[in-house]
């Protein structure tokens, strides 16, 4: 009996052993492919994820001092930032079924010549769009804020004159094979209700006239290539899958990693109010 118990106990620690293996073969996975997308990650160490942790400080922080709390954001960005946010998404990516495998082919598509150029030149795009995009949702959301206001009295954003018709068409096609927008779209989805339907409904609407503006002369006809054939890899279409329902979890997302960035700032021994 002793002998079995023992055994018993044996297997159940080579499974927790594996278990845990395999939870950091799936975070390795998932990190070889976040470097290998750095227009996705980029953002996360620049100034408008800085301003919103300097906001999240002045919120937290028992004593906040500005001085401190800007040095303790380049630390974390620099040093945290990127184990948490992979903690995060390795739960996330897993629970829509993106395997290991997904993120080992999609690590190999980007990693490729073709793929490295496209990514840097949709980081600078997004860098470029980022700026528009906000004042653009600034300007819509203060004017929604006004008095008698209504979306109808919008006008539509136009596609730039100076864009020719056959980068139009190849827009077309690459703006929804790419997926480019989708974490927007849901982003305002999950937003709707703050700021109402009239206005996330306007700009869902104006986001592919203001992406193809922004586009032209930084994202190459090659570059458009490219992302279409993204479209027909299915661990590609895995992915735009999960940033389709990005609206359903990115409150719990939010608060998970914000949750994260508490238990370092308490770790550093900065005291909290809560």
Not at 38 to 65: C, H, V
Not at 186 to 191: E, I
Not at 192 to 199: F, L, R
Request: hydrophobic fraction near 35%; proline fraction near 2%; avoid cysteine.
């Amino acid at each position: 009996m002793r002998r079995r118990i023992i055994s018993m106990m044996l297997l159940l620690a080579v499974a927790m052993s594996a278990a845990g293996q395999e939870k950091e073969a799936y975070k390795k996975a998932l990190k070889g492919y976040l470097d290998a997308t750095p227009a996705t990650t980029a953002s996360w160490k620049g100034e408008n994820f800085a301003n919103i942790y300097g906001q999240l400080n002045r919120n937290l922080m028992t004593d906040y001092d500005e001085v401190k709390s800007k040095r303790l954001i380049e630390r974390y960005q620099s040093e945290q930032m990127m184990d948490d946010m992979v903690e995060v998404l390795s739960t996330l990516y897993q629970s829509n079924d993106i395997t290991i495998d997904d993120l080992t082919i999609l690590t190999n598509t980007f990693q490729t010549p073709e793929g490295q150029v496209y990514q840097q030149h949709l980081k600078e795009l997004n860098d470029k769009s980022l700026e528009t995009f906000y004042t653009f949702g600034m300007l819509t959301g203060q004017m929604a804020g006004q008095p008698n206001f209504s979306v109808d009295n919008l006008q539509d954003l136009k596609v730039e004159d100076n864009i020719p018709s056959e980068y139009r068409e190849k827009f077309d096609k690459f703006y929804v094979s790419s997926n480019l927008s989708r974490g927007i779209e849901s982003s305002l989805s999950a937003l709707q209700q703050q700021i109402g339907k009239g206005v996330t409904d306007y700009m869902t609407r104006n986001l592919k006239a203001l992406y193809i503006n922004e586009a032209y002369g930084v994202i190459t006809m090659d570059d458009m290539d490219f992302g279409i054939k993204l479209g027909d890899i299915p661990s590609y279409t895995k992915q735009a899958k999960l940033m389709e329902n990005m609206s359903e979890t990115i409150q719990s997302v939010g608060m998970t990693v914000v949750a994260a960035y508490m238990n370092w700032l308490r770790s550093q021994g900065v005291r909290l109010k809560m």
